[in-house]
């Protein structure tokens, strides 16, 4: 006789994980999720020797170029990633001998999770302790200039994103020249440099979105820079302020021996900047500032005759060309035009010297005079003649009292 089917007993055979067993769908869910787990292991692993790899082997086949770096590291739940002990150094094609060119401590490169709330996925880029160095007959900036392209495609590899902020600690900019007599090796250090808003991710209607702010030391020397620019304008837009002041002049007397044949005894250098670009057309000034200079003394006895003779005539013009009163001599170079026809006024900097001699000092500081505004607007002086520009009132930057 055939028992009747319950209820129950057809319950027990369509759900097996009643009496025990177990249901193949969650076992191929936990099977999916431990092969996940195992390859973003096994990606995190491998992942940082396979991008090494290629690193170097990038590095190394940039033309003239060799570089090499030490070792990289993920960091996947930040998106980012970082590069330890990179160098690059300019490769002579013919001695094989390597200069170095490039260099940093650490090289970090992530998502700017900031800039996603502007809508923007871009990358950011730290760079801690970098040297940049130019040798006389090696790594040129004329040279270097012409692999920019290279440079740009080998950021690129490295970061796929658009960098969007660019921080730097630490820097240094050097110039060696092995060839001269003396030797030349001035630098400028302590650089720290922001770049922010470099792809226009945040305030789009600006005319300058993006900002450059740095700071660096040169020689007991404070330098401050800043700029803001607009790197997606069609034609090159920014405006720029440069401001350089107590630099100590003895410690640049090997430059002065090996380019100038003089050295100095006394003296600090400042140096004075402002300069905007619109639509093709710019104008701007420098202003080099020089102050307590002193170029004959008694360590210039054991000179020879003719260095001695050099340093007097350059001593003598120097004290006809110092304002007493500031005991400085300074002047100022203005430049406007077009950036395919450039024009500097030597003759400017000929009467600025003059008019800081013998009529006022020009005061130290920015004159704050030139913007994005003023590009274009000509330079009303040139029409003055020879003796009423150095003689003459001048209207508004002078009544500035010297800092």
Do not use: C
Not at 8 to 15: F, H, L, Y
Not at 76 to 90: E, M, N, Q, V
Not at 264 to 280: H, I
Not at 359 to 376: C, F, M, N, R
Request: no cysteine.
């Amino acid at each position: 006789m055939v028992p009747l089917l319950t209820g129950e007993w057809v319950e027990n055979m369509e759900s097996p994980t009643k009496t025990g067993g177990t249901d193949p769908r969650k076992r191929r869910r936990w099977s999916i999720v431990l092969i996940i787990l195992g390859v973003l292991i096994v990606a995190r692993v491998i992942l940082p020797y396979v991008l090494l790899h290629f690193a170097n082997k990038r590095l190394a086949s940039m033309p003239n170029y060799y570089g090499h770096i030490a070792d990289i590291d993920l960091a996947l739940i930040r998106g980012a990633y970082r590069i330890d002990a990179f160098y690059l150094d300019k490769l002579d094609s013919v001695s094989k001998e390597r200069t170095p060119f490039m260099s940093a401590d650490v090289i970090d490169l992530s998502v700017e999770w900031s800039a996603l709330f502007d809508g923007a996925f871009v990358g950011e880029l730290v760079i801690e302790h970098p040297e940049l160095r130019f040798t006389k007959d090696a790594a040129e900036p004329a040279a270097v200039q012409k692999d920019t392209a290279d440079f740009r495609v080998l950021l690129k590899d490295f970061m796929p994103l658009k960098v969007n902020r660019v921080t730097i600690t630490e820097g240094v900019m050097r110039y060696r020249d092995d060839t001269s007599q003396p030797p030349v090796d001035v630098q400028l250090d302590a650089i720290e440099a922001t770049a922010l808003n470099l792809t226009n991710a945040a305030d789009p209607e600006e005319l300058l979105p993006s900002t450059v702010r740095a700071t660096a030391q040169l020689y007991g020397g404070d330098l401050t820079f800043s700029m803001g620019l607009d790197l997606l304008a069609s034609s090159t837009r920014f405006d720029m302020n440069v401001e350089l002041v107590h630099t100590d002049l003895l410690r640049l007397n090997d430059l002065f021996k090996a380019y100038g044949n003089f050295d100095v005894n006394k003296g600090t250098f400042g140096l004075y900047a402002e300069m905007a670009t619109r639509d093709g057309a710019f104008n701007g000034y420098v202003k080099p500032v020089i102050k307590d200079l002193d170029v004959l003394g008694g360590e210039d006895k054991q000179d020879g005759f003719f260095r001695r003779l050099w340093e007097g005539v350059i001593g003598t013009a120097g004290v006809v060309l110092t304002n007493p009163r500031k005991d400085q001599v300074a002047t100022k170079v203005a430049f406007e035009g077009r950036l395919d026809r450039p024009d500097v006024g030597a003759w400017g900097a000929i009467i600025q010297a003059l008019r800081n001699a013998f009529v006022k000092a020009l005061p130290s500081g920015l004159d704050d005079e030139i913007s994005i505004g003023t590009v274009g607007n000509g330079a009303p002086d040139e029409k003055k003649g020879f003796f009423k520009r150095v003689f003459g009132k001048k209207e508004g930057a002078e009544s500035k009292e010297e800092k």
